[in-house]
């Protein structure tokens, strides 16, 4: 079936870890985000990629980086330089062309806690 | 920054009525406007989009949209008790970039 999938669905990180969030994708889209979303509020954006080894910062860059070495594949690391990352990290791609109207979709998500 | 508000409510509407969700939005070069809906612990799924301005109906949900006045709304009828959750809404701008409200918690009392 084609879909977004994320891993793990819960990490917890140690006092200066860097810890990486998976996310995949096998519906061709070209276009991937990354959003935080913390208990009551809406979705921030971190990063989102156009096309395949190209991103731009969002809202909320600072102490998270990214990769897109693959169209399929949009790796999140959130680096000890984020000091408050307990939050819900959702993962989301949209259908492919520039100029689409089209929505996203996203993925189940990763519940990211602190130990 | 682009601002999407919405009201956190709750909102609270009785089995059977109509809940009317709003949202307002400060660019208005924003082209398209999203309605997801989020259970607790959940991720947001999707329920409508537009684009043009007027009303834009799927089964049960509603949703309209006013470009001069910077408004979108969702009508739910027949609201049921699975309809509880709470609802995002979301406005793309630049064709790439998605900002979104801070939801509106939604409650359909049986």
């Known amino acids: 079936d084609g879909g977004i999938t994320q891993s793990p669905k819960y990490l917890f990180r140690k006092e200066g870890q860097n810890v990486t969030l998976s996310c995949e994708q096998n519906?061709?889209?070209?276009?991937m985000y990354w959003y935080r979303q913390d208990p009551g509020q809406g979705l921030r954006l971190i990063y989102y990629?156009?096309?395949?080894?190209?991103?731009q910062k969002g809202d909320i860059a600072e102490g998270y980086s990214v990769s897109r070495e693959k169209k399929e594949s949009f790796p999140l690391t959130v680096t000890s330089a984020q000091k408050n990352p307990t939050a819900f990290y959702l993962c989301?791609?949209?259908?492919?062309?520039?100029?689409?109207?089209?929505?996203?979709?996203f993925g189940d998500g990763t519940r990211l806690s602190i130990l | 920054q682009k601002e999407v508000e919405q009201n956190s409510g709750p909102l609270s509407v009785p089995e059977g009525a109509i809940a009317s969700l709003n949202c307002t939005y400060s660019?208005?070069?924003?082209?398209?406007f999203f309605w997801y809906r989020q259970y607790s612990g959940k991720s947001p799924e999707l329920i409508m989009f537009?684009?043009?301005?007027g009303d834009k109906e799927d089964g049960r949900f509603t949703a309209q949209l006013n470009k001069a006045s910077q408004y979108v709304s969702l009508l739910i009828r027949d609201s049921q008790p699975s309809d509880s959750a709470t609802y995002l809404c979301?406005?793309?701008?630049?064709?790439?970039?998605?900002?979104f409200g801070s939801g509106t918690k939604l409650n359909v009392k049986p």
């Open positions: 990629s156009q096309i395949v080894n190209d991103f």
């Open positions: 989301a791609s949209k259908g492919a062309e520039t100029g689409s109207n089209q929505p996203q979709h």
């Open positions: 979301a406005v793309l701008y630049n064709f790439n970039k998605f900002y």
């Open positions: 660019d208005r070069g924003s082209q398209s």
């Open positions: 519906l061709n889209h070209d276009a």
């Open positions: 537009i684009y043009s301005n």
